[in-house]
Nanobody, 124 residues
Framework: QLQLVESGGGLVQPGGSLRLSCTAS????????IGWFRQAPGKEREGVLC????????KFADSVKGRFTISRDNAKNTVYLQMNSLKPEDTAVYCC?????????????????WGQGTKVTVSS
């Protein structure tokens, strides 16, 4: 059974950091691009960062530029989202998704398998 499981969410103060993990089971994560998305209450799902299958190409939303990075460890079948300088507006449920191809893109239509998500709350 193909599955993506996110972990690492929680409550953090503004300016703090969190690292989210996305671990795959049932398939080899390294064959496809992986994206991180988030959805805040009352808002549409937003593409945050994605990474190509090789790890050589990434794309990011302007809202997280310079603060968030994405990396992958194919040996562990895991992709990471490092979030620094967190802001209250980063509060959302974050989920990872497997792309339909090796190419990185931030539109939801490019993805066919989704994790359940992990909640991130940025608040003092």
């Amino acid at each position: 059974q193909l599955q993506l499981v996110e972990s690492g969410g929680g409550l953090v103060q503004p300016g703090g950091s969190l690292r989210l993990s996305c671990t795959a089971s049932g398939f080899t994560l390294g064959y496809d691009a992986i994206g991180w998305f988030r959805q805040a209450p009352g808002k549409e799902r937003e593409g945050v960062l994605c990474i190509s299958s090789s790890g050589g190409s990434t794309k990011f939303a302007d809202s997280v530029k310079g603060r968030f990075t994405i990396s992958r460890d194919n040996a562990k079948n895991t992709v990471y989202l490092q979030m620094n300088s967190l802001k209250p507006e980063d509060t959302a449920v974050y989920c990872c998704a497997r792309a339909r191809s090796r190419v990185c893109a931030l539109s939801t239509g490019n993805y066919n398998y989704w994790g359940q998500g992990t909640k991130v709350t940025v608040s003092s």
